[in-house]
């Protein structure tokens, strides 16, 4: 089961970090990542971290803003939000999978998904 957490509301130009804690087994050697969903929108990768924390991906638009991280001792994976748009709006899932590599787009690729976190920037 995947947690997230620390979603709420942020001015345009703030900064929050999503947390995504894993609880009934262990995802340490797992691939996990994030998505979002924004209002009307279809489900959109955002990042993924390898099960060491050693690769990382971004889809292009949260490059340089985002940053994934994890810590395998407490089963928890981040996602911190830096320079935070209103489009950021959005519902941020935590996903997990077994594999590295791949195409991270997939959402059919994920076995674990968390409920969803909300993220709302105002301007």
């Known amino acids: 089961q995947l947690q997230a957490s620390g979603g709420g509301l942020v001015q345009a130009g703030g900064s929050l970090r999503l947390s995504c804690a894993a609880s009934?087994?262990?995802?340490?050697?797992?691939?996990m990542g994030w998505f979002r969903q924004a209002p009307g929108k279809e489900r959109e990768f955002v990042a993924v971290?390898?099960?060491?924390?050693?690769?990382?991906y971004y889809a292009d638009p949260w490059k340089g803003r985002f940053a994934i991280s994890r810590d395998n001792a407490k089963n928890t994976v981040y996602l911190q939000m830096n320079s935070l748009k209103p489009e950021d709006t959005a519902a941020y899932y935590c996903?997990?999978?077994?594999?590295?590599?791949?195409?991270?787009?997939?959402?059919?690729?994920?076995?674990?998904w968390g409920q969803g976190t909300l993220v709302t920037v105002s301007s």
């Open positions: 996903v997990a999978r077994r594999t590295w590599g791949g195409n991270y787009y997939d959402t059919g690729s994920y076995g674990y």
């Open positions: 009934g087994r262990t995802f340490s050697s797992y691939t």
């Open positions: 971290i390898s099960w060491s924390g050693g690769s990382t």
